[in-house]
Structure formats: structure tokens, C-alpha cells
T-cell receptor, first 113, second 111 residues
Framework: EPEVTQTPSHQVTQMGQEVILRCVPISNHLYFYWYRQILGQKVEFLVSFYNNEISEKSEIFDDQFSVERPDGSNFTLKIRSTKLEDSAMYFC???????????FGSGTRLTVV | GEDVEQSLFLSVREGDSSVINCTYTDSSSTYLYWYKQEPGAGLQLLTYIFSNMDMKQDQRLTVLLNKKDKHLSLRIADTQTGDSAIYFCAESMDNFNKFYFGSGTKLNVKP
């Protein structure tokens, strides 16, 4: 079964550093998403991406965050100048546009120290 | 704003039925989903239901939707130890672009 692949599985970074979280969506999917889950809290929507542009973003997704699809296979989330409160599990997801739900990756656990 | 609530824990014995409940606030929710998360894994779509349906059955899984009370439940028949995981309820509106998730219910199945 096709999978969404996320790397790395765990990233530790110092406060103020930039991180790039990588995702390889399912190859024929057109819609891409990032969600995050702070420990003990809900899974929260960050951003959706379609046709090479952001289609929707949440209040969390401020100027510190950016997304990119640099080639035909990768979808990245960049966090500039990380803060302690950015520590969370970040999930990438993709969809073919069918309303039967997304396919999620296994997540990247980001720890900011 | 949209709010999705779930109880945090459920413990059952192997072979029993499990019922995981979810409430939501937005009456315009069109699609409701159940996702499963096993340790170290991503969110796996289990099943979904459209808001114009009351019930959906898929093998051991039964989803019940009470739209009037904004209540969604997932029943797992003959629960197995492999069903131990966190179960997330999620809703989406017509824009499709984002889901609203509950906090997840941790199901513990005792042998």
C-alpha cells in the first residue's frame, strides 16, 4: 500500500536554529498538508498546499513557517528560528482529492532545546 | 470555533466490544472520520461517514452518527490486543482543506 514518508523521524535542534522537515507524499496525490501535535494536545492543522501554492493556513502558520515542493516528489516544512514551543510531532499528509480522507506519514518528532 | 471532544482513556478485555465516543460542535460538519495511531506510527484512516448517514458498518467496525446531538461513536466488535492504540475522531466541512481532530482516546485491551 502506498505510504507517505517523513524524514527524519526525530530531530533535535537548538532554539533559534532553522529546521527543515521532509515529506514524500504518495506519487499521484495532488493535495498536501502539514499538521502538528504538541505532546498531550490535539492534532492541529498548519497548512494545505495545492497546485504549487498554499490553499489554506492556520493562525499557527506565521512568518516563521514556510512550505515548498522543490521537486516532483518532496514536500517540505521549514521552521525559521525555532522556539521551545515548536517542540511537537509534525505530520505530513497527502490526498488525491477523494473525500475518503488523507494518508498521513509517521511523523517527525521535533525537540527544540 | 470548531471543537471536537473525546474521552482520554478506555480499557476493555479482549473479546469484548469497545465503544469510543466523540462529540463535535459544528453542525456544518459534512464528513466525520476515525483514525488510529499505533505507537511510533502515523495516523491510519479506519473509516469515515458522511453527515447524511446514521450508521456505517465495516467488518468489526460500526460507526454511529447522531447529528442532532452532534455525537459520533466507533464500536469495535470482538476487540483484540492488536486494537490497542489511540483513536482520533476528526471532522471536516465542505472546504475539505483541513480536519479538526479530537484529543484521541487511548484504548487499552487487556488479555
Amino acid at each position: 500500500e502506498p505510504e507517505v514518508t517523513q524524514t527524519p523521524s526525530h530531530q533535535v535542534t537548538q532554539m533559534g536554529q532553522e529546521v527543515i522537515l521532509r515529506c514524500v507524499p504518495i506519487s499521484n496525490h495532488l493535495y498536501f498538508y502539514w499538521y502538528r501535535q504538541i505532546l498531550g494536545q490535539k492534532v492541529e492543522f498548519l497548512v494545505s498546499f495545492y497546485n504549487n501554492e498554499i490553499s489554506e493556513k492556520s493562525e499557527i502558520f506565521d512568518d516563521q513557517f514556510s512550505v515548498e515542493r522543490p521537486d516532483g516528489s518532496n514536500f517540505t516544512l521549514k521552521i525559521r528560528s525555532t522556539k521551545l514551543e515548536d517542540s511537537a510531532m509534525y505530520f505530513c499528509a497527502s490526498s488525491d482529492g477523494n473525500r475518503s480522507g488523507y494518508t498521513f506519514g509517521s511523523g517527525t518528532r521535533l525537540t527544540v532545546v | 470555533g470548531e471543537d471536537v471532544e473525546q474521552s482520554l482513556f478506555l480499557s476493555v478485555r479482549e473479546g469484548d466490544s469497545s465503544v469510543i465516543n466523540c462529540t463535535y460542535t459544528d453542525s456544518s460538519s459534512t464528513y466525520l472520520y476515525w483514525y488510529k495511531q499505533e505507537p511510533g506510527a502515523g495516523l491510519q484512516l479506519l473509516t469515515y461517514i458522511f453527515s447524511n448517514m446514521d450508521m456505517k458498518q465495516d467488518q468489526r467496525l460500526t460507526v454511529l452518527l447522531n447529528k442532532k446531538d452532534k455525537h459520533l461513536s466507533l464500536r469495535i466488535a470482538d476487540t483484540q490486543t492488536g486494537d490497542s492504540a489511540i483513536y482520533f475522531c476528526a471532522e471536516s466541512m465542505d472546504n475539505f482543506n483541513k480536519f479538526y481532530f479530537g484529543s484521541g482516546t487511548k484504548l487499552n485491551v487487556k488479555p
